[in-house]
């Protein structure tokens, strides 16, 4: 089985500003994909960024990109340049490649200030 | 359309009636997903369907019935619901299940129940 651990369960962060989410998973599997997920008040839940275990390089995708660091099993997410409207739950989620089960973390709230 | 569109979006009933929820995705996808979100618990997946099999979780009562009449439509059926079964329901979607490395999974928009 596999278990995503998100330690922050909310945060606050100044406008224009970076921000880091932590993001740690147990699994034994050797090939599996990382996503990140934003979920906004309206409830759905929009895509972000994937890692896959054998991805020498840490993905970007615009304003946000993913600290992965296999060997401590750590996926963190970071945003820079916040924005007002991101503010919003962020999912940590993996998928081991032969399996069908996304597994989720409870998530962090982010508040973004101006 | 586009995406995964879900419906109702809201949905109030009593503990004895039958409701069903509908998601239809327009992606060309091959899988569907129903999952559970639950105040201050991880999302909790309750179904798959795929070209290759359906997948359930064993731990879903049944009191909530999926169906999936093609690829392109999923329904979850409910009857005799109880309090704790309200929740956001979420539909997803993506290409392919087992064995693909990277297949995101395209959520819709989520149904509100609320089981009076």
């Known amino acids: 089985a596999q278990k995503i651990t998100q330690t922050q369960p909310g945060m606050f962060v100044q406008e224009k500003e970076a921000v880091t989410l932590d993001c740690t998973y147990d699994?034994?599997?050797?090939?599996?994909?990382l996503f990140w997920y934003k979920q906004p008040s309206s409830g759905e839940m929009i895509f972000l960024i994937y890692?896959?275990?054998?991805?020498?390089q840490n993905a970007t995708e615009g304003r946000y990109s993913l600290n992965f660091q296999k060997a401590r099993k750590s996926a963190n997410l970071v945003i820079s340049a916040s924005q007002l409207g991101d503010s919003a739950m962020y999912f940590c989620?993996?998928?081991?490649?032969?399996?069908?089960?996304?597994?989720f973390g409870a998530g962090t709230t982010v508040t973004v200030r101006a | 359309e586009t995406g995964v569109t879900q419906t109702p979006r809201h949905l109030v009933m009593g503990m004895t009636n039958k409701k069903s929820l509908k998601c239809e995705q327009h992606?060309?996808?091959?899988?569907m997903y129903w999952y559970k979100q639950s105040a201050k618990k991880p999302l909790e997946l309750m179904f798959v369907?795929?070209?290759?099999?359906?997948?359930e979780n064993n731990s879903v009562p049944s009191r909530f019935s999926p169906e999936c009449p093609n690829s392109s439509h999923l329904f979850l059926h409910l009857h005799t619901l109880q309090p704790e079964d309200s929740a956001l329901y979420l539909c997803?979607?993506?290409?392919?299940?087992?064995?693909?490395?990277?297949?995101?999974?395209?959520f819709g928009p989520g149904t509100r129940l609320t089981v009076l």
């Open positions: 997803a979607s993506s290409q392919g299940t087992r064995g693909v490395a990277y297949n995101e999974q395209f």
């Open positions: 699994t034994s599997d050797q090939s599996y994909g």
């Open positions: 890692q896959g275990s054998y991805d020498e």
């Open positions: 989620a993996m998928r081991p490649i032969n399996d069908y089960k996304l597994s």
């Open positions: 992606l060309g996808h091959n899988a």
């Open positions: 369907y795929s070209l290759e099999e359906r997948v």
